[in-house]
T-cell receptor
Framework: NAGVTQTPKFQVLKTGQSMTLQCAQD?????MYWYRQDPGMGLRLIYY???????DKGEVPNGYNVSRLNKREFSLRLESAAPSQTSVYFC?????????????FGSGTRLTVV | RKEVEQDPGPFNVPEGATVAFNCTYS??????FFWYRQDCRKEPKLLMS???SGNEDGRFTAQLNRASQYISLLIRDSKLSDSATYLC???????????????FGKGTKLSVIP
């Protein structure tokens, strides 16, 4: 099993450009999450999807949109990138939203906006 | 009080030493707790869940004190390979959208020195 797969691993964008970060999991998990990690800020939740067909905002949703394409895939879109969105983005999943289990993370996307 | 608080460290300890990290959380309704490990430039990985009765996994022992709202991680006989950042994670327990979210501490950095 690959677990949680994120693409791309690295990306450089110019301010104002758009892009979509892709995430797929093969563990048959219902819940999926997007986090960003910045120095001194820890991991912050951007958006999550408790189950296929639902998405909700997390702590820092401004400037982002998400799509839960199917049970396996959960994408994160930056419509107009800003330097403040320079960060490491992690996708994660877990069996369901109320389970007493932690999440499994993908290997991350390092995004730089110039 | 921040939702999840950890001492950022760094903790610099010699090989073979015992080291303990604490983490406090503010939401008394929180139901599940975890310790994650994150190596430099890698994704966080689940180290262990934390149970009310305390639990042990090899050299690692986790404790939960609900009355005082803190979680601890004890590492015995530290190895060089234990050098990493340790994240305290709390799963909110109240109903509604919040129940789907994990809150991450900012992490405690451990360096084990030869």
């Amino acid at each position: 099993n690959a677990g949680v797969t994120q693409t791309p691993k690295f990306q450089v964008l110019k301010t104002g450009q758009s892009m979509t970060l892709q995430c797929a999991q093969d563990m048959n998990h219902n819940s999926m999450y997007w986090y960003r990690q910045d120095p001194g800020m820890g991991l912050r939740l951007i958006y999550y999807s408790a189950s296929e067909g639902t998405t909700d905002k997390g702590e820092v949703p401004n400037g982002y949109n998400v799509s839960r394409l199917n049970k396996r895939e959960f994408s994160l879109r930056l419509e107009s990138a800003a330097p403040s969105q320079t960060s490491v983005y992690f996708c994660a999943s877990r069996p369901d939203s109320n389970a007493g289990t932690g999440v499994t993370f993908g290997s991350g996307t390092r995004l730089t906006v110039v | 009080r921040k939702e999840v608080e950890q001492d950022p460290g760094p903790f610099n300890v010699p090989e073979g030493a015992t080291v303990a990290f604490n983490c406090t959380y503010s939401n008394s309704a929180s139901q599940s707790f975890f310790w994650y490990r994150q190596d430099c430039r890698k994704e966080p990985k689940l180290l262990m869940s934390v149970y009310s009765s305390g639990n042990e996994d090899g050299r690692f022992t986790a404790q939960l004190n609900r009355a005082s709202q803190y979680i601890s991680l004890l590492i015995r006989d530290s190895k060089l390979s234990d050098s990493a950042t340790y994240l305290c994670v709390v799963n909110r327990g109240y109903s509604g959208a919040g129940s789907y979210q994990l809150t991450f501490g900012k992490g405690t950095k451990l360096s084990v020195i030869p």
